[in-house]
């Protein structure tokens, strides 16, 4: 364990710019203050590659010998002591990277300072009032964000998970479309569902583990065989612990992710929240589900993700051909985009579920790549949103031809969606299949597997099928008369979807450069935990 | 007579410190009914008096803490033989006189701005205001005596005390029709549950020949000793259930004149109409002191019933434990329990008055509350062998019930607020005010969502330690995670209405309705109770839960002599 400062820099210098935000004077200046912070937490993130760029060194000197066993800039404090005595069990103040939340800390750090960018027009909105309030809302969401990501303590985990509700909450119900108030409460709804569930696991695995060894530390959960043993043998009001506790654990993360049929609040969300709440509702909020079940669901209950592996990839199907169907239906260029999100995270589910080295590695660039293509197609969309006021795809044309460099960028950012090879979509994607297709080599008992390859691979067709119609209904074709007038991107909004691009290119042409040696050796180390 | 035995009736020095915050308030009262008198009836002044003596009282309170430091005590022990304390003074009722005593310095703070914001539109009231604080210092008083005995008449008319200033207190609004229609519902559900507790009283003193609880908790100890060593002789015990019916009725009465006070199911009806028409500072003392009084008195009934050391009972087979009247009583507890803050939740949903949400709301807490009493093994280490014992449940409604004033003082004070300004307490009053009283709203928001029990505030805090203390019992009794369960999907109900009131302060606007300026008091009391809540809710979150486990220590449960009085009577 290395101790550090920087992720507290990274947590709490968003809160710390949002206090700042309510005694300024001028909406300027708050508007300055937040993009200097967001800015500020990104270049503070990219300190973080000096412990994971490891070009000439082995992996092992990078991620330690197993599971939890090498953290970095680790901070840990006790926080609440329950009991007395020295060796009294606490809860404690944990935070720590490793090669799984390494690669999210600075999704999120990139996604949120390019989403602030994108609120930079907030005076041009519909709903421009309350300014202050917004910038103010949207750095304390920051700081949930990546306490979540940064979280080694279960119980400091669920607190950041509780508390970026808030935030979104009001910033779609104030900030949102016309239907904003039954988006925002059903998304706050149902995440608290998820939460409280959450809750329930919290609680028992702290009191289901022997007295005397009872923590909330995730690693500690994960890695004791004491703990482990326990929770193997365990029930709970005549159920199984096991499989229960990662039932609940899964409602949880897959109201997130989200998982058909706790899917129905995100389609509402997206489309309500302004475009910059949707690119951080796309890129990290769905990426918390997953790294949920990763982070804990999946180290903890080894077993149970065994005995749940065919339900989960059967979901993850469900997922992939259902919200590429949906998306083909949709005529609201945002909905589009959404139900596409669903579908593409059902690639994600597939390769958690299937347990084996190369599914989780390809779930987690899945993971990414959606991460850096979904917020950047949401801004393409708020692009034009912002010019033509509607968002039905039918009334759309040849808008290529007024937009041209918007247009190119809005091909890319598309493609890279669609998972075009040389784009982030394609490894992920490609990755999932081929580990599900040949998950039989590492667990024998896995029939299911070749065939939910071959229709999973299905959904690449579909999804191929619903972009392509959709470009070329809205940027290709004659130029419609109402959209000849329409100006370029500005230089604003080319300097947010510039950086989204580049990354889509970076991690389509080298995949193994840019993320996949930054946490494949902590992704082995959690396939070791299922042996 | 002789002079000997009638000194031994007069209590000593001793006992009366002991019992000094009670006495000031006594004197309290009659000063506020003197007062008038000799300077004339300005409404300040018995406002300033209360306020006095609350201080005072709280100075005194701190007294009898450091002299119960070495252990519980009791006293007002007539002389008789196997005679048994009158009243009681341990940390809890310490923790309860300093919590009732901070309720009425609230309560006078709000009801100063409200006379203030009252001023010549409705001069009755100021001119009721010896009345009125009369009135409230002598519930508070019959409050505090509900938390400090154990013997059943002392506990009749510790409630009355606390129940009868209550109803007049409600119709204190002389204008109001709503008011005088909730005293008349008050007082008609107040007088039936009050005769049926008398009437269970009765049962339980005809059957067991005595008015002390804990006589009648190790009476049944006792006699269910004695039947486990009848029946266990040849054959392995499964089952020797407490079939007493009288004892049953008894207590189920009783539970009646309880559920009354503290507005759970079945005996909750009264709540939502009494709180709707009861002036808000009424209605703000009803929701905090007098459920905060009725969940201790459960607690410490259900404290002498609850079993001493482990679980089950080392002598006892484990089928037979499920059996006993504890288990009994607890499963009971914790089935009202969970219907209570089921049926508050849910009857909340729909209603369009905020004063009625917050009644409903009010039931819902009091059914959180009650779970910790449904937690049967008392003491509980805190961890390894030299460290204090406490009381699981206890602890864990002592950090409730704090945390639960402070959020429910913030939301109706800031409802009181807004209702005073624009003269209604519909929903749709709300529309709007995020712009319009931005720093009403702010708090009123914090306030909200620390009742729904979202981190990083308060409310989160008290459930968990809540949650917490079920979770802990629930190793050796698994049926309190359903209370758990229950618990947690009961939040994520709640968070619909409480956000209802924040939708419509925040998401809601409408460009008529005027912005208002709200009395600086009124803004600096909620504003207070919202940063305590945030401090509750992160840098003082381990430091509220070992106060409560402080406080929850050195209970005092059953008098040592009061059971080797036992043995010969059986």
């Known amino acids: 364990m290395e101790h550090g400062n920087l992720l507290n820099w990274l947590i709490f210098l968003p809160t710390i710019a949002a206090v700042l935000c309510l005694i300024v004077p001028s909406n300027r200046t708050v508007k300055l203050i937040a993009v200097l912070a967001t800015g500020l937490t990104l270049l503070l993130s990219l300190g973080l590659f000096q412990h994971f760029a490891w070009w000439g060194t082995a992996a092992g000197d990078v991620f330690g010998a197993g599971y939890g066993q090498k953290l970095y800039e680790v901070t840990k404090l006790t926080w609440i002591t329950l009991g007395e005595g020295a060796r009294a069990p606490k809860i404690e103040y944990f935070v720590g990277a490793d090669g799984l939340s390494f690669p999210l800390i600075l999704l999120t750090t990139v996604v949120t300072f390019l989403a602030c960018l994108a609120s930079w027009n907030i005076e041009h909105w519909k709903i421009n009032k309350g300014i202050r309030g917004y910038f103010c809302l949207f750095l304390l969401l920051e700081t949930g964000m990546l306490g979540v990501f940064c979280s080694l303590d279960f119980f400091l985990f669920y607190i950041f998970w509780e508390v970026m509700l808030l935030p979104m909450y009001f910033l779609i119900g104030v900030w949102g479309g016309p239907r904003k108030e039954y988006a925002a409460i059903k998304f706050f709804i149902y995440t608290l569902v998820g939460s409280v569930l959450m809750l329930i696991v919290l609680l028992a695995f702290y009191f289901y583990a022997p007295v005397g060894l009872r923590t909330f530390s995730l690693i500690e959960l994960a890695n004791n065989a004491a703990i482990q043993d326990a929770f193997k043998a365990a029930t709970f009001l005549g159920f199984r612990f096991a499989p229960l506790m990662f039932v609940l654990l899964f409602i949880g993360f897959a109201i997130k992710v989200p998982v058909f049929p706790f899917h129905t609040w995100l389609p509402d969300a997206h489309v309500e929240a302004p475009t910059p709440i949707s690119m951080i509702l796309a890129g990290i909020l769905l990426k918390m589900g997953a790294y949920g079940l990763l982070r804990i669901s999946y180290p903890i209950l080894p077993t149970a993700g065994m005995w749940a592996s065919y339900a989960l990839g059967l979901l993850g199907l469900v997922n992939i051909i259902y919200g590429a169907l949906c998306a083909m239906a949709q005529t609201d260029f945002k909905r589009l985009v959404a139900y596409s999100s669903i579908s593409h995270m059902g690639y994600v589910l597939l390769g958690i579920a299937i347990m084996t080295p190369a599914g989780l590695q390809g779930a987690m660039f899945q993971v990414i790549a959606h991460g850096i293509s979904s917020p950047m197609c949401f801004f393409l969309v708020g692009v034009i949103y912002d010019r033509a006021h509607h968002r039905e795809i039918n009334r759309f044309g040849g808008l290529w031809l007024s937009m041209p460099v918007y247009g190119s960028l809005a091909t890319l950012g598309f493609f890279a969606s669609l998972g075009l090879p040389g784009l982030c979509g394609f490894i992920g994607e490609f990755w999932v299949l081929v580990a599900t297709f040949s998950a039989q080599a590492v667990w024998p008992w896995m029939t299911w597997a070749k065939p939910f390859a071959v229709i999973a691979a299905t959904g690449v067709i579909l999804t191929a099928g619903y972009i392509l119609w959709m470009i070329q209904r809205v940027y290709l074709g004659p130029q419609r008369e109402e959209y000849k007038g329409f100006p370029e991107a500005s230089a604003r909004e080319i300097a947010i979807l510039a950086p989204f691009a580049a990354l889509a290119l970076l991690l389509g042409i080298l995949p193994d450069q840019s993320l996949f040696r930054f946490m494949n050796g902590a992704l082995n180390q959690i396939a070791e935990l299922f042996k | ?570």
């Open chain 2, 1 to 570: 007579m002789n002079p000997a035995s009638l000194n031994n009736w007069l209590p000593s020095a001793d006992e009366l410190h002991l019992f000094s915050p009670e006495l000031i308030l006594v004197g309290t009262i009659v000063a506020v009914l003197v007062a008038p008198l000799l300077v004339g009836r300005r409404p300040a002044v018995p406002a300033l008096i209360a306020v006095l003596g609350c201080f005072v009282g709280l100075v005194a309170t701190w007294a009898v803490s450091t002299q119960i430091a070495d252990g519980p005590q009791a006293g007002m022990v007539p002389p008789a033989a196997g005679a048994t304390p009158m009243l009681l003074a341990d940390r809890f009722s310490v923790f309860y006189k300093l919590l009732l005593f901070l309720a009425l310095g609230l309560i006078t703070w709000l009801w100063l701005i409200g006379a203030q914001k009252r001023n010549g539109t409705n001069s009755a009231s100021e001119r009721g205001a010896t009345e009125f604080f009369v009135l409230l210092l002598t519930s508070a008083l019959g409050m505090m005596l509900m938390v400090s005995s154990f013997n059943l008449l002392v506990l009749i008319i510790a409630i009355e005390t606390a129940s009868l200033p209550s109803y007049a207190l409600v119709a204190s609004d002389k204008r109001s029709r709503l008011g005088a229609e909730a005293a008349l519902k008050y007082v008609m559900f107040g007088a039936t549950a009050s005769a049926i507790m008398i009437y269970g009283v009765s049962l339980l003193y005809g059957r067991f020949g005595t008015l002390d609880l804990s006589v009648i908790a190790s009476t049944l100890d006792a006699r269910y000793a004695e039947l486990r060593s009848t029946v266990a002789t040849s054959a392995p015990v499964t089952h020797v259930a407490v079939t007493d019916a009288v004892f049953w009725l008894g207590l189920a009465a009783l539970g009646v004149g309880i559920t009354f006070k503290i507005a759970a199911v079945p005996m909750h009806y009264w709540c939502p109409d009494v709180f709707q028409g009861a002036p808000i500072e009424v209605t703000t003392w009803l929701s905090v002191a007098s459920k905060a009084a009725g969940v201790g008195l459960l607690l410490r009934i259900v404290s002498v019933f609850t079993v001493t050391g482990p679980w089950p009972p080392p002598n006892l087979p484990p089928a037979a434990a499920g059996h006993t009247y504890a288990m009994t009583v607890a499963v009971l507890v914790g089935v009202l329990a969970a219907v209570t803050c089921t049926v508050g939740n849910l009857a909340a949903l729909r209603q369009e008055n905020v004063k009625r949400i917050l009644a409903y709301s009010s039931i819902a807490h009091a059914g959180y509350m009650m779970m910790a009493a449904a937690i049967i093994v008392a003491p509980s280490a805190a961890g390894g062998a030299s460290a204090a014992t406490y009381n699981t449940g206890m602890a864990a409604v002592i950090a409730y019930l704090f945390v639960y004033l402070l959020m429910n003082v913030g939301a109706f004070g800031a409802t009181a607020l807004v209702v005073w300004q624009t003269g209604t307490d519909h929903l749709s009053t709300f529309t709007g005010l995020g712009r319009r009283a931005p720093w009403v709203a702010l708090p009123l928001a914090v306030c909200l969502f620390s009742l729904v029990g979202l981190p990083p505030l308060g409310g989160f805090t008290a459930k968990w330690y809540l949650l917490l203390a079920l979770g802990k019992t629930a190793a050796t009794q698994p049926w309190l995670w359903i209370l758990v369960v229950v618990a947690v999907i009961n939040t994520a109900i709640s968070l619909y209405y409480y956000v209802r009131i924040i939708r419509q302060m925040y998401l809601t606007d409408d460009a008529a309705l005027p912005a208002f300026r709200p009395p600086g008091g009124g803004v600096a009391l909620v504003s207070a109770c919202a940063i305590i809540l945030l401090l509750l809710g992160t840098l003082w979150f381990g430091p509220l839960g070992r106060r409560a486990q402080a406080l929850a220590s050195d209970i005092y449960a059953r008098p040592p002599a009061a059971q080797a009085e036992l043995s010969h009577r059986m």
